[in-house]
Structures are given as structure tokens and as C-alpha cells.
């Protein structure tokens, strides 16, 4: 991986993270190069949400030891909200309800303007793209399916603008076209913004509308294996994690 | 009467003092009468203005109760239909004696497109307003109205006693919006019943976001007529040491019927709120359901939730969800990712908490009434 300070959007050193007491992450060293997106496998359980959610800054995530920065800047000790606001946009797995706030009052939101206000003609083309036009004036995720979730995510991923996108399965459970729509745009925005990436899943399908050089298998708690996003999902594929558990050529350290 | 001053009549609203419009605004209560097909003003114990919008002459009749009593006598037969005179000390008290009040009639087969407003005010000091409204839907009719009932800023201590007996027939609709606007020292006492016909629709929503030192209501509606509607929905804001006990009721008592009830409280500043429901199901097959969320913003305040199902027949379907409790800090944390500070996060929540467009309301009256919960000052 391209090292040097002003070439990373994303630095992790050292870091290590508590869960209600409980060490969930151990001594992660993971540099991110800017305009790059890496993905992230692992199995159940072996910390991946919790890296990306700790990256977000998203609280009950205790940083015992290390640092992050984004883009040169130490956002260690920074709460989620200045964490959005330097740029990082979090596409959440299971993203909450909200009783009486719209999908337009969030796309608002996102933009930087207020709930209540006026889609701007950028904004309607957008929920049109992401085929959500019947959602807009119903309360946030309240009853909307698997996919219809993600592509509010993402729909709203696109109205944040992030230089950082941090997102937590963005394919699972959604069907074959949502999928194909998710991958295209979030593509398509990664390439015309020159942001970068930061996504875990569990399925390869992605990685056919993504381009993406790196990827990392995340295994109890730390960085076991980096190399590209392809030969690591086909091995995952061919011979499961424990194949990853064995690997002699695992180069945890490797930078 | 009682030694009180009788309020002046005036030909517009417009002729009124201006606190008393901006008073009467904070109620729903529009000045530019254009804009409503009629315009009911009542102040302490006076009528002040009752006049039908001339686009809207014979598709209905408005007058005072007493005015209407004299004029029909056949509206004996609706006065204390459906509530019983001795069912408390509120209905006793406007049984023996009432000031005025409403009496509303949609004509058979009307289409009133634009709202009627009335508005019960309180001006004076320690006065204690006993009104007597009847509103009449006549069959096929359709119909809005919204009611305010207000506060003058001078006025001192008070007591609104105000009973309202609605009557819905056959195929007609009524979508019936009340917006109360109250303060710390005053008591309040609606009692309401509504019986509905065949096919007949009611919906009723009710707002309250101002402090009122003490309110207590249980509107019934009685389903008398097979299909009947009613959608029940209420709004309310507890604050400034409020104590508020408010229900709604529904009884099915012919086939087909559907009901629901939907409540949103939020409470803070040692307030204290009962929010009642009840659904009975005396006829099948019948579909009714209710929902009650409370917020509490405060650890002074208490929100007590006490929903109600009773089903009497086998092929009733009725259901409820409530939940009280906080905000939810995932609800937070999930607003503020999207760049909020953790105070506009939470006020953002608040505000959809207290979102109108769960109310039965046609887009004009809705996006009217929004902005007039935006211009309140919710003390968020």
C-alpha cells in the first residue's frame, strides 16, 4: 500500500477497542490512500462493524489505545457529529427508525440544510435514480424492507457528500437490481468526488461495480490477511475462513 | 351574565382588537375570512361574531346554540342525545345553565370545500365559560372544521366547561380538528360524544402544545350505523407543570365498522399526562386499532399510558401498541452521523414527534397547521 502522510484519507495506528469492557479490536494498523476503496471480509463476530463504527466515531466505542486520523487530521477524541462534518458518512447496517422524520427531512439533513425544506431538483433527480420517490414523505426506515434500508442509506450517503464512506453492508439483503443500482452509484460518486471507501461484506457480487484494489479479512479482532479484493474473496470463497486462519502467507504487519 | 360584561358583536373578525387575533391565530384561527366558509367567535360568555362566508350560503348554517334552539325546535330532540346530563359535575353544571356555544349544520348532500372555524375564547378574569355545541353532518354531506379554543394573554384564572355532541349521518364525512391553546391557570372540561350513521366518516384530531394547568376529556364515538369510520388523533405537549388526563374512545356497536386511534405525548417541566384509549367491540365484524407513544424529555414528568381493548364478538379484530419512554440514543447518534449537533439532533426528534401529517388533515389545512406549530415557541 502507497504510504506517506498527504497521500491517506485514512490512518489507523495501534488502535485497539473496548465494547462494554470487553477488547473487540487488538492493535489495528490499517492506512487507507486516498480516491481508494478497500473492503473489508470477515467472519461473524470478528469485529468488522465495530472497526467501521469506532472509524465513525459512533459512542460505546472505547478507544483504549492508538489513534485515527482522517486526512492528516487526529480525530481520536472527536464525536460523531464533527467526525460527519470533517467528512466521514456512515452507511449504517441496521439503521434505526425514526418516528416523524421524513426520508426527505434526512436528505435535508445531509445536505446541510433543514428539515422541512424544499428538494432541490439535484435531490429529486437523486430519489429517482434510487427508485424511492414512494418513500420520501414516509418516517425514516418505518417499514421499509431490506433493500429499500439501503438504498435510503445510500441515497443519503450521496446527498452527505463525504470525502470517507464507511459502510456496513451495503449489499446484504437486497435484491440482484438494488444491488446493481447501490454498486453503479456509489461507484459513479466515488469516481466523479474522488472520496474513498471503507466497506464490509460478505459477498462478492459488489466487487463486480466497484473498482477497488485493496481488501483486508478481519478475524478475531485483528487485520489477518490484506491483498486484492478478488483473490481474497475467491480463496474465502473456495475454502472459507479457516483456510485465512491457516494461511502461511498472511502478512498481518504488512503496510 | 354572572356580572360579566357582554362582549360588543362585530361584522368581521378583523374588526377585533388585535391581541384577541393573535390570540384566536395561535388557535388555528384564521383572520382573513375569505379563506373559511364560515366564522363562529365566542368570548367568555358572548357571542361575538357567527357569519357564513357568502360562497358557502345553504350548504350550511351556523348560529349560536341558544340562537338555533329558539329557531328549530326539533334540535331539543339532539340536545343531550348522546350524553347523559348527570354523567358528572361538568355536564350537570352546562345542563343547568350554558352561555352559548356552536351550532353547526352541513346540509344534505353539501361539499364544503373550505373549513369552518370557530373560536371559544377566554378573555376575562376568573371566568368560567359553559358552552353547548351541536354539530349536525346531514347525510351525503362533507365537511372541515377547526375549532381553537384560546386565551386571551390578560386573562387570569379560568375554567372552560363545554359540552359538544356531534352527529354524523348516513355517507357523510367530517374531518373535525381542535386546537387548544390554554395556560397555566386555566381548567378545562370538554366532554364530546359523536354518533355516526351508515357509512359515515369522522376524524377528529386534537392539539395541544401549550401548558394548561389542568384538562380533562374523554371524547366518545359511538359506530351506530354499519360501515362506519372514525379515525381518532391526538397531539399532545405537556409542559410548565401541565396535568393533562385525555382519552378517546371508540364503540362499535354495528357491523363493518373500523376504528383507530392514534396519540403522541411528550412531556417535561414536572407535567403529568394520562392518555387513555378505548375500543369496544360490541358488533362483528369490526376492525379498530390504537396506538400510543409517549416521549418523556424530563426526569420531573410522568406519562401514564392506559390502553384499552374490549372485544365482545367473536370476529372483532382489535389491537393497540404504546410505548413510553426517552429518546432513543440510537435515534440520536443516527442523526447526528448525518452532521447535527447532538442538541439539533434531539430537536429534530422532538419536532417529528409532534409531526401533523399524522393527522386526518387535507394537504392546505395541513401544511396551515404546520406552520403554525413552526411559528409556536415549543420552548424546545
Redesign the interface.
Known sequence: MISGESMNILELENLSVEVEGKRILEDINLHLPEKSTMLFFGPNGSGKTTLLLTI?G??GYNITSGSITLNGVDITSL???ER??LGIG?G?QL??E?????LR??IK??A?GR??DDLTKEERNLIKRFKLDDFI?R?INLGFSGGEKKRAEML?MMA?KPKLLLLDEPDSGVDVESLKLIGRELQKYLKASGASAFIITHHGDILEHLDSKYACVLMDGRIWCRGNPREIYDTILARGYRECAECHVRHPMED | MMGDKEKKRVSSLTDLPHEILEAAYKSGIEASEDKRSATYMYIDHSLVLSKVNEHFAGRLELLDTKDALDKYSWLQDYLWDIIEPDKDEVTKSVFEEFGGGYFIRIMAGARVEFPLQSCLMISGKKVKQKVHNIVIAEEGSEARIITGCSMHTKAERGEHLGVSEFFIKKDAKLNYTMIHNWSEQMKVRPRSATRLEENATFISNYILLSPVKDLQMYPMVYCEGVNAKTELNSIVYARGESRVDIGSGVVFNAAGCRGEIVS?VMAKENSNVKARAIIRGNASPAKGHLEC?GLLLDDTSVIHAIPELVGARKDVDLSHEAAVGKI????I??????????DD?TS??V?????V??LGLPPNLQQEISSMV?KMDLGL
Open positions: 465513525a459512533m459512542p464525536d460523531v457529529d460527519a462534518r456512515t449504517f439503521p434505526p425514526i418516528t416523524g422524520v421524513k427531512d434526512m439533513i445531509c446541510g428539515p422541512g414523505n418516517d443519503q452527505l | 403522541r407513544k432513543a440514543e440510537k435515534e447518534t443516527y442523526l447526528m452521523s448525518r452532521g447535527l449537533s447532538r439532533a429534530v426528534i419536532r417529528g414527534f409532534l409531526d401529517d399524522i413552526d
